[in-house]
């Protein structure tokens, strides 16, 4: 990893047993293409890209500042993209999620930091390349949401990994933070 930027974001991290539930399921249906590995299943809240090391220490202060509750997601659904993208998402948002993002990603843009100004996708992805999309897919993940991370990805000889820079938990009884759009 070249020491003087890191390609970042902020995430929510799948936790063990529901990534290992959902790649049980996902590898049944013989999809093909690069599954994404049990450990890097994530949910992107805010995608950085390249930024400066030193600006780390400044987005960890911001990710500890934010006071959000923790939540449920219900992956309920499977989506598709380009290039064979499949993913899993939630038919019904929770209220948290956007409301945690915004939050995150106003700071960010209050800190300088470019975003893409496209509205967030809730999805995590589960393969890339996929040879076939099924027509009969029926996912339901109940995912309890307790903490989010910040990640750096890196590129390996044996694949993507990602980095955990900090992890902030959500926090039992706090409200939500008032959803305001980032721009
Ligand atoms: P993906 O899974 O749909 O590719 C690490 O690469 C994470 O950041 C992934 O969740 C990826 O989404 C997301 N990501 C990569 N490039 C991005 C971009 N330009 N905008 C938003 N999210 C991005």
Redesign the pocket.
Known sequence: MPTDTL?L?F?LPCQRDTAEAICTWRDGLGLGGKPVAAENL???LA?L?QQPSARLEELQLLAAAIEAPPFELRLDRLGG?RQG?L?LEPSRMPEELPALAGELQRRLLASGIAL?T?PLRA?L?LV?HAGARPREAHPDFAWPVERFVL?A?ENTPRG?R?LGLGNWPLVPGLRLPRFRPPH
Request: no cysteine; proline share 0%.
């Open positions: 390609r974001f995430a994530h949910l992107t995608f890209g993209g993208l993913w893409d496209r999805h992805t890339r990640y990805s993507v990602y």
